[in-house]
């Protein structure tokens, strides 16, 4: 059975197996901002990517504009905890300047049965996810899934590496509307189907973090 990752504070960052992980609340005015998005006209963007599900639509400049300012300052400190760590003392975070560079960003429209396969993300250094809405009856169908040995039903799933003793190679994420993930774009991550009727509303982006 997979670990089910719970947050324990408004903001955390972990290392679960290897790669940092970042956790954030996201304000409730930025998540109510982004849920009435949906009332603008977006590209679809799901031809480009890999989820089987409903949609997949485009951020445009004001949105990616939005999410900037919002997330900006988690996301270099996200940067700058990785590196540091990496570098084994021997990264001075204070004689440098940070800019937040965003490829591009989208929403996710899950329906009930469609899913995102196991997949990475290209063309940045990180790639995160935000949860913006959840089906109205999910709660009661966690509640019979949490019953099985191994529940899943609407969870995102991370996997690196190799389970060996003292190691695990993967874990879930149970979703909760205002919950904001950061990771390294190149793990492997999957989303599983739910049964429920409604939406799984969340959005991801992909960026880099530049130095000077």
């Known amino acids: 059975m997979a670990t089910i990752f719970t947050p324990q504070a408004e903001k955390e960052f972990f290392t679960p197996f290897g790669p940092m ?26 031809g480009q990517l890999v989820g089987k599900v409903r949609e997949e639509l485009r951020f445009d400049k004001p949105l990616v504009d939005l999410a900037a300012a919002a997330l900006g300052q988690t996301l270099i400190e996200y940067h700058v905890r990785a590196s540091r760590r990496g570098a084994f003392g021997n990264y001075d975070h204070r004689s440098k300047q940070f800019e937040l560079n965003i490829a591009g960003g ?17 063309g940045a250094a990180l790639s995160c996810v935000g949860y913006l809405k959840l089906p109205d009856g999910i709660e009661a169908e966690w509640e ?22 003292y190691s695990v190679s993967n874990f879930m994420i149970k979703p909760r509307v205002g919950d904001f993930y ?16 409604g939406e799984r509303r969340s959005f991801s982006m992909n960026l880099s973090v530049l130095e000077r």
């Open 21 to 46: 992980m970042g956790f954030f609340r996201m304000p409730g005015q930025f998540v109510d901002q982004m849920n009435s998005a949906m009332n603008r006209e977006l590209e679809d963007h799901s």
């Open 106 to 122: 989208w929403f996710v429209r899950q329906y009930a049965g469609d899913y995102n396969p196991l997949h990475i993300h290209t």
């Open 144 to 165: 019979e899934d949490y019953r099985d040995h191994h529940p899943s039903h609407g969870h995102l799933q991370f996997a690196h590496g190799t389970d060996s003793h």
């Open 182 to 197: 950061i990771f390294p774009s190149y793990m492997f991550h999957c989303v599983y189907p739910f049964r429920s009727e």
